[in-house]
């Protein structure tokens, strides 16, 4: 690969520490955020290298786009070995900034790396855990979320959304280190074209299949869009440890005919599928800003989502689509109701959406991450105002 040019002539040496990289299995939108911010900088010429959890037949080393990927243990071994190894070669100071993902369980940087640091966060944990693991285990890790938290106090941070960025103020980290950079979309890759739509009310979900994305309220909800659309159609697309549950729920309910079960997609099948949609439902608990959202929005797709942190970025309620309750299968079905029976408002939501879409390209996102890197890098020691 040919590398451009660092930004003002300096060529940084930049560590993430994330528990994913892309290759992992358990990759999500965040995952594939920290790539394009790590493969953009490689481009311009600046040295990247990310230490990662590894994964059954994953390799310890790998290199993809440029980005010098080291893996070590597993999913919760890899935050007491990579600081061990950071510890032992003394890497604390031997990067030019060191990018801390912060993703349940923090890294704790602030304690060991001596190189400037930027703490990156999609999202708190506190309301999905307590949906996703049993109550016991959810609160001791909202409690050290709550406590470690505030370790980063003095180191600069960015978020994706608004309502992120309320969160970790709340948590006591100081507003003005916070930068929001929501993430982007190939703008060039969507397009509204109406005749694209599907003939019947085609409603999509897209995402992985877990219990706190709220699938199986959607799924309660068709009960009711089809005994008032009996031609309706709900696709899921996607993977995850929830799906025989699913299936399980949609056979017991009956709605083999009007439930389908895509499993995992090409990204060119996913975005016919998003063009082909009268509505995109997001169901979940809680996102760090729910991108897939926007894809939709590009495509011309209104969007349905529960009303919680994240999604109020995403959605601009009565514009590019409705938010709702989360856990309330009847109001999400009024909702999806309310569009496919009324051909002006979808058309009206579905072109006001495009132009909420386009917004989100990726050269502005990347082009916002590299300038906080740099001032970060800069600042050092001295400090950080965003």
Same mark, same amino acid.
């Given at each position: 690969?040919?590398?451009?040019?660092?930004?003002?002539?300096?060529?940084?040496?930049?560590?993430?520490?994330?528990?994913?990289?892309?290759?992992?299995?358990?990759?999500?939108?965040?995952?594939?955020?920290?790539?394009?911010?790590?493969?953009?900088?490689?481009?311009?010429?600046?040295?990247?290298?990310?230490?990662?959890?590894?994964?059954?037949?994953?390799?310890?080393?790998?290199?993809?786009? !440029?980005?010098?990927? &080291?893996?070590?243990?597993? =999913? %919760?071994? $890899?935050?007491? *070995?990579?600081?061990? @190894?950071?510890?032992?070669?003394?890497?604390?100071?031997?990067?030019?900034?060191?990018?801390?993902?912060?993703?349940?369980?923090?890294?704790?940087?602030?304690?060991?790396?001596?190189?400037?640091?930027?703490?990156?966060?999609?999202?708190?944990?506190?309301?999905?855990?307590?949906?996703?693991?049993?109550?016991?285990?959810?609160?001791?890790?909202?409690?050290?979320?709550?406590?470690?938290?505030?370790?980063?106090?003095?180191?600069?941070?960015?978020?994706?959304?608004?309502?992120?960025?309320?969160?970790?103020?709340?948590?006591?980290?100081?507003?003005?280190?916070?930068?929001?950079?929501?993430?982007?979309?190939?703008?060039?890759?969507?397009?509204?074209?109406?005749?694209?739509?599907?003939?019947?009310?085609?409603?999509?979900?897209?995402?992985?299949?877990?219990?706190?994305? !709220?699938?199986?309220? &959607?799924?309660?909800?068709? =009960? %009711?869009? $089809?005994?008032? *659309?009996?031609?309706? @159609?709900?696709?899921?697309?996607?993977?995850?440890?929830?799906?025989?549950?699913?299936?399980?729920?949609?056979?017991?309910?009956?709605?083999?005919?009007?439930?389908?079960?895509?499993?995992?997609?090409?990204?060119?099948?996913?975005?016919?599928?998003?063009?082909?949609?009268?509505?995109?439902?997001?169901?979940?608990?809680?996102?760090?800003?729910?991108?897939?959202?926007?894809?939709?929005?590009?495509?011309?797709?209104?969007?349905?989502?529960?009303?919680?942190?994240?999604?109020?970025?995403?959605?601009?309620?009565?514009?590019?689509?409705?938010?709702?309750?989360?856990?309330?299968?009847?109001?999400?079905?009024?909702?999806?109701?309310?569009?496919?029976?009324?051909?002006?408002?979808?058309?009206?939501?579905?072109?006001?959406?495009?132009?909420?879409?386009?917004?989100?390209?990726?050269?502005?996102? &990347?082009?916002?991450?590299?300038?906080?890197?740099?001032?970060?890098?800069?600042?050092? @020691?001295?400090?950080?105002?965003?």
């Amino acid at each position: 690969m040919q590398q451009g040019k660092a930004a003002k002539g300096k060529t940084l040496s930049v560590l993430i520490l994330n528990w994913k990289d892309i290759t992992n299995p358990r990759a999500g939108g965040g995952t594939y955020y920290t790539h394009r911010i790590a493969k953009h900088l490689v481009e311009k010429g600046h040295r990247v290298t990310l230490m990662c959890a590894n994964y059954p037949r994953g390799k310890k080393r790998e290199i993809i786009d !440029g980005v010098n990927i &080291l893996r070590f243990g597993n =999913r %919760y071994t $890899v935050y007491i *070995k990579a600081p061990l @190894k950071i510890l032992k070669e003394k890497l604390g100071s031997a990067y030019d900034i060191v990018i801390d993902e912060i993703n349940a369980i923090p890294w704790l940087t602030p304690l060991y790396v001596k190189a400037p640091k930027l703490a990156f966060i999609h999202q708190t944990t506190n309301q999905a855990l307590f949906k996703e693991l049993n109550k016991l285990l959810a609160t001791v890790i909202y409690i050290v979320e709550k406590i470690t938290l505030r370790m980063y106090r003095r180191i600069p941070l960015v978020t994706v959304s608004q309502s992120v960025k309320e969160e970790l103020i709340k948590h006591g980290l100081p507003e003005g280190n916070i930068t929001i950079v929501p993430p982007g979309i190939d703008v060039e890759k969507y397009g509204y074209v109406p005749e694209k739509k599907e003939k019947y009310p085609l409603i999509l979900y897209v995402g992985r299949l877990k219990k706190y994305k !709220g699938i199986h309220h &959607l799924i309660r909800a068709m =009960r %009711y869009v $089809v005994k008032e *659309k009996p031609e309706a @159609k709900l696709s899921v697309v996607g993977e995850g440890d929830y799906r025989a549950a699913l299936e399980k729920q949609t056979q017991k309910l009956g709605l083999q005919n009007a439930v389908i079960f895509h499993g995992y997609v090409s990204e060119k099948e996913k975005i016919e599928l998003l063009k082909k949609a009268w509505v995109l439902v997001v169901p979940s608990v809680k996102e760090g800003f729910g991108i897939v959202a926007i894809e939709a929005a590009a495509c011309g797709t209104l969007v349905i989502g529960t009303d919680t942190t994240g999604l109020r970025d995403a959605i601009l309620h009565g514009e590019t689509g409705f938010l709702v309750p989360y856990g309330k299968p009847k109001k999400i079905a009024a909702a999806i109701c309310k569009v496919i029976n009324d051909d002006k408002l979808r058309e009206r939501l579905s072109r006001k959406a495009k132009e909420w879409g386009e917004r989100f390209d990726w050269k502005t996102t &990347l082009d916002k991450f590299e300038k906080v890197i740099l001032q970060v890098s800069a600042m050092g @020691k001295r400090g950080y105002s965003s």
